[in-house]
């Protein structure tokens, strides 16, 4: 097992990589900038080391300055977190260059993964089932048109290096196609230096389910059910939950198989996610698949009783999965806690945290890394807190929800608790009667 984990990231994940750690007495690095001095990662961590100053690209985003942290404390091992340098290939190749175990995939799956229209491919060859499209990255708007004859209108442009929904185009007739490549690929030129583009046929209202695995050395890899993100704003998620009100036993169950077979076929280590758009007939599509632990892990861990953190430090280190799935128990939800004001279009809200109190008793999870008078920095992403609420069943984790949120209190800054006490009393959301229009429909301000 490694000697000592250097947590690469800040906020709510790195609390919840260092409190994993110390349950497997790993002792931890914080790195962290400037401004992130007075952060609770950095108290909470047995070490903790200044990498820069507030802007990512000079410290979290920084592999020579984490690269020596780890170096200078004697960690042989980093944990990415989400964001930052998680789904970098770079950071995972030098860290093993340097001898210091990057606790996520290799740098090839990384790669892999990262060129959407590549792993589509790659999960079509072995039979995972994919949006009907281009087989691969399309070359101009001519090839475009004519792919598009194929499959029919209305259909989606999307950029080979995208995710996250920059670089995206839904085009709904053939004289749309040219200005929709065009500003699609410009879009995805400027954000990820590549403008490929590649063509899907456009799911209307689909729901977004996702599969967590995990795999190790030995070519184990189990599904841990899925979680159901439909509920985004501009592609940021806002509420997921686990199981999906709205797929069928059967098709969980294809979709899990669907997941395993696709990991299995890349020899995939360590823990990820497969995306799938799953439209109103229980088809399931493969969109996706991310390499790096998310920000909604919890209610995968909630209803297995399960550690995904401590499954991926234990992979890593080249031991074999000890908590294998079994039945899911319950309904979870997460309510991500954002400094914004859903009454002026979730505008950030930073500053000072002048009263905290956190709603607590069973069936209540809170990760979060913030504490009274904690200032919430302009520089970072808006994530405060992860409300994680496990009921018997959906109707109950919804009453559960409700008094957790009356219990809940952060004065200082806007957050998204108003917006979520909303969701909690929609009738449409009460029946899990949603899809991905919900918020423009019933919280348009
Ligand atoms: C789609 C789609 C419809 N058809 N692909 C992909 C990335 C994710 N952030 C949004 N994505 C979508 N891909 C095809 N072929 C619709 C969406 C979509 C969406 C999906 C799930 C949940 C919310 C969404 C909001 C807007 C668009």
Redesign the pocket.
Known sequence: MFKKILIANRGEIALRIIRTCKELNIPTVAVYSEVDKDSLHVVFADEAVCIGPAISKESYLKIPSIISAAQVTGADAIHPGYGFLAENAEFSEICGESNIKFIGPSPDMIDKMGDKAFAKSTMKKCGVPV?PGSDGAVADIAEAKKIAEGIGYPL?LKASAGG??KGMRVVWKEEEMQKAFQTASNEALSAFNNGELYL????EN?H?VEIQIVGDQFGNVYSYGERDC?I?RR?QKLIEETPSPIISEETRRKMSEAAILGAKSVNYEGAGTIEF?VDNNQNFYF?EMNTRIQVEHPVTEMVNNIDLIKQQIIVAAGEKITQIPGKPIGHCFEFRINAEDPDNNFRPSPGRIDYLHFPGGFGVRVDSHIYNQYKVPPNYDSLLAKLIIWGSDREHAIARAIRAFEEFAIDGIKTTIPFHMEVLENEKFRAADYD?SFIDKYFAK
């Open positions: 949006v989606m996250g929904g899907e046929k456009f799911i689909p977004h439909t985004q592609h758009l969109i991905t």
